[in-house]
């Protein structure tokens, strides 16, 4: 059974860079299907897609964000990270990673997020 | 605020059937598949509908879901205490190229 599970920095001052990663136990991150995703969650904004690598590297991200987002794949290690660059208090949220999974059928594909780790409180302040 | 649109709050007692909506627009719901996630205190989401009405194994048959135009619904018959938790929906949006979600609903179990 595929878990995934979020550690890095929980606090984390203004204009800093947030480094998180996402172990992966169960399966392997190279596997074809997936994309592995950085979700976040904070009362303001509620959930907050920030983007994905897919299992050879290739990245997209929230061009709300993109000019601040970095991830990247550990293969040694079975694991992906985030960076996210010059932090602020709207930055504050519980971080989490999750697979999301892809299937096609009919020529129509479907995309869900399962599972998700557990999640990581990150506090931006001073 | 955000994309999709999900009433905050929703309650019943146990046995009863809820329904929660979720509203969109042309560049999400009304293109795409719609998933919805549920959130127990203090845990992660979790994959309850996928693909508008798909039920992952071991998501019991009392959770079903809908998808007419730019809307969702998913539903919960035979409420139980145990559903008490936060009901979110998702799709794909086009301005984004990714995934968009409500704000979700506050179920209590009276």
């Known amino acids: 059974q595929l878990q995934l599970k979020e550690s890095g920095s929980g606090l984390v001052k203004p204009s800093q860079t947030l480094s998180l990663t996402c172990g992966v136990s169960?399966?392997?991150?190279?596997?074809?299907?997936?994309?592995w995703n950085w979700i976040r969650q904070s009362p303001g904004k509620g959930l907050e897609w920030l983007g994905y690598?897919?299992?050879?590297?290739?990245?997209y991200y929230n061009p709300s964000l993109r000019s601040r987002v970095t991830m990247s794949l550990d293969r040694s290690k079975n694991q992906f990270s985030l960076n996210l660059t010059s932090l602020t208090a709207a930055d504050t949220a519980v971080y989490y990673c999750?697979?999301?999974?892809?299937?096609?059928?009919?020529?129509?594909?479907?995309?869900?997020?399962?599972?998700w780790g557990q999640g990581t409180l990150v506090t931006v302040s001073s | 605020q955000s994309v999709l649109t999900q009433p905050p709050s929703a309650s019943g007692t146990p046995g009863q059937r809820v329904t929660f909506s979720c509203s969109g627009s042309?560049?999400?719901?009304?293109?795409?598949?719609v998933n919805w996630y549920q959130q127990l205190p203090g845990r992660a989401p979790k994959i309850l509908i996928y693909?508008?009405?798909q039920r992952p194994s071991g998501v019991p048959a009392r959770f079903s879901g809908s998808k007419s135009g730019t809307s969702a619904s998913l539903a919960i018959s035979g409420l139980r205490s145990e559903d008490e938790a936060d009901y979110y929906c998702?799709?794909?949006?086009?301005?984004?190229?990714?995934?968009?979600f409500g704000g979700g609903t506050k179920l209590t179990v009276l």
């Open positions: 999750a697979r999301e999974i892809r299937t096609c059928a009919g020529g129509v594909c479907y995309k869900w997020f399962d599972p």
């Open positions: 169960g399966g392997s991150i190279s596997s074809g299907g997936s994309s």
């Open positions: 690598i897919s299992h050879i590297g290739s990245t």
């Open positions: 042309s560049s999400n719901i009304g293109s795409y598949t």
């Open positions: 693909s508008n009405n």
């Open positions: 998702a799709a794909w949006e086009d301005s984004l190229n990714g995934p968009v």
